[in-house]
């Protein structure tokens, strides 16, 4: 398989997904587009504001407490977005968008993956690991060698793929083995229980040698039935 030729210009990114801001570096370009003018900076800011002063007055105390207490900035969004959408606290406060809950569930689903396992390593910290350069380690992503994801403005690499000298053993077949595309939908597949393995994740019995067992089981992720 082959990664969408129109993300291969794309180059691998140089920090941790989150609220730090990310190092800039030949493995990474920025993306040719202006940036947002102060009054439009200033409108989103105010609206949302609004919108999050709703979404507050009507939280339960003890979950603005725990959204308060969220270890960033982000965090603390996403938690009060999360109670927004169970509470209908936001446009309809009757009634929550349907549309708006499924994005703040995949939202949080992608959220969950990145933190999962150690988490993402940007382009320069797995290439450090492999003991290669960022653009060797963008060569591999090209050529379906290593799980990457997709963060909006470049890539980086879950954790849980790395072994102690390299990759794991067995990354590079299981990749072969897939199906989908997605690289969302493989990483979930990596660290849920899978019906065919008995409900063990893939990512703990790879660990363990059995790389024919999560091959077989990721050549049958996302069939139509397949668990």
Do not use: C
């Not at 960033?72 to 446009?91: C, K, N």
């Not at 150690?118 to 799980?147: C, M, W, Y």
């Not at 493989?186 to 990512?203: E, H, Q, S």
């Amino acid at each position: 398989m082959t990664t969408p030729a129109g993300t291969r210009r794309r180059r691998g990114r140089a920090s941790h997904f989150g609220d730090n801001p990310p190092k800039t570096g030949p493995e990474r370009s920025r993306r040719a587009e202006p940036g947002p003018s102060k009054d439009l900076v200033e409108a989103f800011v105010q609206r949302t504001g609004r919108a999050l002063t709703r979404i507050a007055e009507r939280m339960p105390r003890d979950r603005l407490l725990a959204a308060v207490g969220a270890s960033t900035d982000t965090d603390v969004l996403f938690s009060s977005l999360r109670d927004a959408a169970a509470i209908g606290a936001e446009i309809l406060p009757d009634k929550p968008n349907p549309l708006t809950e499924a994005f703040l569930r995949g939202s949080e689903m992608k959220r969950e993956m990145l933190k999962a396992e150690g988490g993402a390593l940007s382009a320069q910290q797995l290439a450090d690991h492999l003991g290669i350069t960022p653009q060797g380690l963008g060569r591999k992503r090209e050529r379906n060698q290593v799980f990457w994801l997709d963060v909006g403005d470049g890539y980086v690499y879950p954790a849980f793929q790395i072994g102690k000298s390299g990759l794991l053993r067995g990354i590079s077949e299981v990749l072969d083995a897939f199906s989908v595309e997605d690289p969302w939908m493989r990483v979930n597949f990596m660290l849920t229980g899978d019906a065919r393995l008995g409900g063990k994740r893939p990512i703990d019995l790879l660990r363990k040698g059995k790389i024919d067992e999560v091959v077989a089981a990721a050549a049958a992720y996302g069939e139509h039935g397949a668990a």
